[in-house]
């Protein structure tokens, strides 16, 4: 069964912290993951989005990496500012079949 | 530059009554995917539509949910006979291909909240 684990849950940090977002999966076969960012009461949006043979991709003060060997990525967020609180989520796509969401990590920055 | 419409925004029914959930997708898009999410939850897929055919409803509940992508006009999410479970955040997406690997363009979202 395909499966996407996020962790943490939720992760509280202060402004201009860095902070770390992990992403483990078990989807087979493997095409792509991508990164949302969803603010509260609105729709997800891309952040990013990773092949097979991509290690690391950035957009802005967001990276993502990608081990597709032990099937993690992780999400790093630098300098982190207040309207980065969101929820993040992990969705890890097969090369057929419908894609597979985690259930997110809520970050919260705080002044 | 349009992109996922929803509407309503909010919308409240009492419990029996239906609900309709409308999406528009992005311009030239002609697949629309729908996701349910409840309160402190992770999105939950439903089903996936293409111009007049559901490709996959896996997702949707059998009884009082059904959904619709017409040749012409937006897609609907249709529940029928609500329950206060029914209460959530109802997310509309679309992509050009339908292909997996695409990026799903998601809307604002509708929140029902039945009484």
């Known amino acids: 069964k395909n499966q996407v684990e996020q962790s943490p849950q939720s992760l509280i940090i202060l402004e201009g912290k860095n902070c770390t977002l992990q992403?483990?999966?078990?989807?087979?076969?493997?095409?792509?993951l991508r990164w949302y960012k969803q603010d509260t009461g609105r729709g997800p949006v891309s952040l990013t989005i990773m092949t097979f043979s991509e290690n690391t991709k950035s957009n802005g003060r967001y990276t993502a990496t990608l081990d597709a060997d032990t099937k993690q990525s992780s999400l790093h967020i630098t300098a982190s500012q207040l309207s980065d609180s969101a929820s993040y989520i992990c969705v890890v796509s097969p090369s057929r079949g419908k894609s597979t969401f985690g259930d997110g990590t809520t970050l919260t920055v705080k002044p | 530059n349009a992109g996922v419409m929803q509407n309503p925004r909010h919308l409240v029914r009492r419990r029996g009554q239906e609900a309709r959930l409308r999406c528009s997708p992005v311009k030239g898009h002609s697949h629309v995917y729908w996701y349910r999410q409840l309160p402190e939850e992770g999105l939950k897929f439903m089903v996936y539509l293409q111009k007049e055919n559901i490709i996959d409803e896996s997702g949707m509940p059998k009884e009082r949910f059904s959904a619709e992508f017409p040749k012409e006009g937006p897609s609907i999410l249709r529940i029928q006979q609500v329950v206060r479970g029914d209460s959530a955040a109802y997310f509309c997406?679309?992509?050009?291909?339908?292909?997996?690997?695409?990026?799903?363009?998601f809307g604002p979202g509708t929140r029902l909240l039945v009484l």
């Open positions: 992403c483990n999966y078990t989807v087979s076969p493997f095409s792509n």
């Open positions: 997406a679309s992509s050009p291909t339908g292909v997996a690997q695409e990026t799903q363009y």
